[in-house]
């Protein structure tokens, strides 16, 4: 077990853990996502994403970086030499399990609802690659941009250079991220590189590619990088990855496979947390989850860690 692993039996109540504004913003959301049952489609992600955003405060900024446009929002309350940035999962990538889809804007942008509900004084949204633009709009966005390649060394220059940007943006001198699903790989991938990195926390996130796809009986991703293979360089970062309970698509084991390959450190930590599935209501307990120290007791800075 790793040093800081638990499995909480704690309730999610969405009533416990928020002041009435963010009460009515978690249900305005829960509106206009029921609403947009009837008009499903990128277009209509793209507009309740901005809905979301605008309703959370944040500015929309979209950032040339490498071969991409990267759409993110940002939010600056006070002064902080801190931005914490949270990193999208891999959205819509696939209409069927054989059909990948024409459109990876995310439908469920659960990253942006943990942004929208932290109270942090500077706090950004950065989207993955070809999420929320218009198809066709972007000459670099091919399918395996989303599918195949979706961790690739392109990717994650792209992130990089998205992040200095937004830091630069925010008038910030280090960066917490924070990854839901695959934009956990995004954010332990791009962290490595990076002298700024403060910390890591990742919700559901898909730390070993490979592992991932055994379990799944999927193709592998040969046009990606695989988070587990510069997880080594990571173990002097604080960091707490959250699992949930009922999460059948990204489990424990794909979670404990990378912080094994870490080796021992009290700079790990994972949380269990009950119930939740891969989709599930995160945004109605991350008050809490956010919270939660990070392990301490870490013999090195990240920037230490990072040659």
Not at 165 to 182: M, P
Not at 236 to 250: E, K, L, R, S, T
Not at 266 to 291: F, Q, T
Request: negative net charge; glycine residues 8%.
């Amino acid at each position: 077990m790793d040093a800081f692993e638990q499995n909480d039996a704690f309730q999610q109540n969405r009533a416990s853990i928020g002041s009435r504004p963010l009460a009515q913003l978690l249900l305005a959301t829960a509106i206009t996502l029921l609403l947009a049952d009837c008009s499903g489609g990128g277009e209509a992600a793209r507009i309740r994403a901005s809905r979301l955003a605008q309703q959370a405060s944040f500015t929309p900024t979209s950032i040339a970086a490498g071969s991409f446009h990267l759409q993110a929002w940002l939010r600056l309350t006070a002064p902080s030499p801190v931005l914490r940035v949270y990193i999208e999962g891999d959205g819509h990538a696939w209409d069927t399990t054989t059909r990948p889809s024409g459109d990876p804007t995310p439908w469920l942008p659960v990253a942006l609802e943990l942004a929208a509900v932290d109270p942090g004084p500077a706090v950004a949204y950065l989207a993955r690659p070809c999420q929320y633009v218009p198809p066709d709009s972007d000459p670099a966005c091919t399918q395996s941009v989303w599918t195949d390649a979706r961790y690739s060394a392109a990717v994650i220059a792209s992130t990089n250079a998205a992040l200095d940007q937004l830091k630069a943006l925010a008038g910030a001198s280090q960066l917490e991220l924070v990854g839901f699903s695959g934009g956990g790989a995004v954010a332990a991938l791009a962290g490595v590189q990076r002298r700024d990195l403060r910390n890591l926390r990742t919700v559901a996130a898909n730390l070993d590619t490979a592992s991932w796809t055994a379990e799944h009986h999927v193709t592998p991703l040969t046009g990606s990088l695989n988070p587990i293979d510069i997880a080594p360089r990571l173990a002097a970062v604080p960091q707490i990855h959250f699992v949930g309970g009922a999460d059948h698509n990204v489990g424990l084991s794909v979670v404990r496979s990378f912080t094994a390959a870490e080796g021992s450190s009290r700079c790990i930590g994972i949380l269990v947390v009950p119930g939740l599935e891969h989709d599930g209501d995160w945004p109605a307990v991350w008050l809490g989850l956010l919270s939660r120290p990070l392990p301490s007791g870490c013999s090195q800075t990240a920037s230490a860690a990072i040659q």
